[in-house]
């Protein structure tokens, strides 16, 4: 079992930056793919980011392109999503995700991780 931890969101206005982190406890989590999701009020789940059990391939959707920056510290146990340039529409709860495997495929599927946080809660006004 890996138990999923985020933390770091908050209220911000437009243009402004956050970092959140996951911290993971239970298992090391170099042998998972660790993923980001977030969930805007009455919309499905989506993909955010994810990244290689060893960092060496990162994933983003296209609205955070260029915005944000994934990364992970195997040693701490603690993945990390750097948000920039932040908009309205980034408002969401973000979850931190975990996938056993090499490469879960559709990468983006979250139906492919197997242990999620409770999520933290990234409020963007404008």
């Given amino acids: 079992q890996v138990q999923l931890v985020e933390s ?7 243009g ?3 970092r959140l982190s996951c911290a993971a406890s239970g298992r090391t ?3 998972y793919v660790m ?10 789940r989506e993909f ?11 994933y983003y959707t296209d609205s955070v392109k260029g915005r944000f920056i994934i990364a992970r510290d195997n040693a701490k146990n603690t993945v990390y999503l750097e948000m920039n ?5 980034d408002t969401a709860v973000y979850y931190c995700a975990a996938a056993a495997g090499i490469l879960p495929r559709p990468i983006h599927g979250p139906e492919k991780y ?10 963007v006004s404008s």
């Fill in 114 to 123: 197997d242990y999620w946080g409770q999520g933290t809660q990234v409020t």
């Fill in 48 to 58: 955010v980011s994810a990244i290689t059990r060893a960092g060496g391939s990162l």
């Fill in 29 to 31: 989590i170099s042998s």
């Fill in 35 to 44: 993923g980001w999701f977030r969930q805007a009020p009455g919309k499905e």
């Fill in 16 to 18: 402004d930056s956050l």
């Fill in 85 to 89: 340039s932040l908009k309205p529409e």
């Fill in 8 to 14: 770091g969101g908050g209220l911000v206005q437009a």
